[in-house]
Structure formats: structure tokens, C-alpha cells
């Protein structure tokens, strides 16, 4: 697609319930990145995937988190059990840069709209 | 860790009246410094990288530098669509991802 598309655009669940946010990065962009962004502060990173291999998760919070990008393409995140403190907006982002240094005028991250979730 | 600080937090200016944003930061070994602008319930647009000390990029009315411990981002007689956050972010040698600062929320009143 043209950008980087999330949905659902926003999610109210109820506490202790799962939910899963789902990525879809723009055509041929190896990396894909999932961020957590509170209101007034900048994106705090959570995980990110090569292709369908997940490189670094240590910023998902605790082992209720998880993600997953099975065919390179397409990436869902899953908050198990949720909480309040879950609360927040949470954005995908992708690049063709693979490796750093190389593409270096495409190096920057295309950011999606992000899903708003409200746990009460 | 890597760190990066963002000043002022918040910063309103009249309009055409020119200003810096600044982005401190603290990493190992910086392979690249981002500038981000970021419109209320939008998702973060990519302005500028830069990679070296003394490197200087500009599009439109910004202009953002470089020091080994510093970034500036400078608005030239701004305009009040120029109004939005803007977020520094550095990319350190021994990870792929980006650390982000708190970002400035700028205001450009006509």
C-alpha cells in the first residue's frame, strides 16, 4: 500500500480481555517496528522484525506482550489479560533499511496512524 | 543507555519570529540523529537524518544541525502551519531501533 496502515483505528476492551493490533507495512519494507506512545511524550519502542524474524523484543513490558510477523509482511501485536495501565496509542513503523548504512536516504521510518487503545 | 532530551517542552512563538528546538542526547556511537514532526492524532512524519558532527540539512523554513552531543532544529520566520510536535531521535551503532526524546509542542501564533 501506498503508507503504513494500522488497525483497528481504535479499541475499547475490557480489562482482562486479549486483543490483538494488527500492522500492515508499506510493499518491500524489510523492518518493521511497534512503538507505544502516551499522550505528551515521544514513541517508546516495544520490538521490531527483519523480515518475519523478530531481532529485539526487550522493550515489550512483560510476557503478556507479544507479536509476530509470519511471512514478512503483515505484523500483529498481542496484549493478553489486559490492563489499565495498557492504556495508550500504539504505532507501527517500517523502512527498506535492512542493515544500517545502507539506503541511507531511505533511512528514516514511515509511521502508521496508530491504534488507540482504552482498556476500562 | 541511550538517552535523549528534548527543550523546551513547549514553545510558542508569534508569527516570523524565528527559534531553536533542542535535542541533547547521550549514546555509545551515534550512527544517525532524526528529526520527526508529529501533528495531533497523526503518526510521526520523517523531516530530517543527519549523521556527522557539523552536518546541516534544510527544507522549507528548518534547518537542522549537528553537534557530537547536540542537535538544533531551527524555524526561520515561521508560519502557523508550522505548528506541531517535533521529536528528536537517535539511532546508536549497537541497535537497529530508534530512542526518541519527549518531543517540543510548538505553537506558531498569526
Known amino acids: 500500500g501506498a503508507g503504513v496502515s494500522q488497525s483497528p483505528r481504535y479499541k475499547v476492551t475490557k480489562r482482562g480481555q486479549d486483543v490483538a493490533l494488527r500492522c500492515d507495512p508499506i510493499s518491500g519494507h524489510v523492518s518493521l517496528y511497534w512503538y507505544r506512545q502516551a499522550l505528551g511524550q515521544g514513541p517508546e519502542f516495544l520490538t521490531y522484525?527483519?523480515?518475519?524474524?523478530?531481532?529485539?523484543k526487550s522493550g515489550l513490558p512483560n510476557d503478556r506482550f507479544s507479536a509476530e510477523r509470519p511471512e514478512g509482511s503483515i505484523s500483529t501485536l498481542t496484549i493478553q489479560r489486559t490492563e489499565q495501565r495498557d492504556s495508550a496509542m500504539y504505532r507501527c513503523?517500517?523502512?527498506?533499511?535492512?542493515?544500517?548504512?545502507?539506503?541511507?536516504?531511505?533511512?528514516?521510518?514511515?509511521f502508521g496512524s496508530g491504534t488507540r487503545l482504552t482498556v476500562v | 543507555e541511550d538517552q535523549v532530551t528534548q527543550s523546551p517542552e513547549a514553545l510558542r512563538l508569534q508569527e516570523g519570529e524565528s527559534s531553536s528546538l533542542n535535542c541533547s542526547y547521550t549514546v555509545s556511537g551515534l550512527r544517525g540523529l532524526f528529526w520527526y514532526r508529529q501533528d495531533p492524532g497523526k503518526g510521526p512524519e520523517f523531516l530530517f537524518t543527519?549523521?556527522?558532527a557539523g552536518e546541516e540539512k534544510e527544507k522549507e523554513r528548518l534547518k537542522a544541525t549537528l553537534t557530537k552531543k547536540e542537535s538544533f532544529l531551527h524555524i526561520t520566520a515561521p508560519k502557523p502551519e508550522d505548528s506541531a510536535t517535533y521529536l528528536c531521535a537517535v539511532h546508536d551503532q549497537g541497535a537497529q531501533k530508534l530512542v526518541f526524546g519527549q518531543g517540543t509542542r510548538l505553537t506558531i501564533n498569526p
Open positions: 522484525f527483519n523480515y518475519e524474524a523478530q531481532q529485539d
Open positions: 543527519l549523521y556527522s
Open positions: 513503523a517500517s523502512s527498506l533499511a535492512l542493515r544500517p548504512g545502507t539506503q541511507k536516504e531511505n533511512y528514516g521510518y514511515t
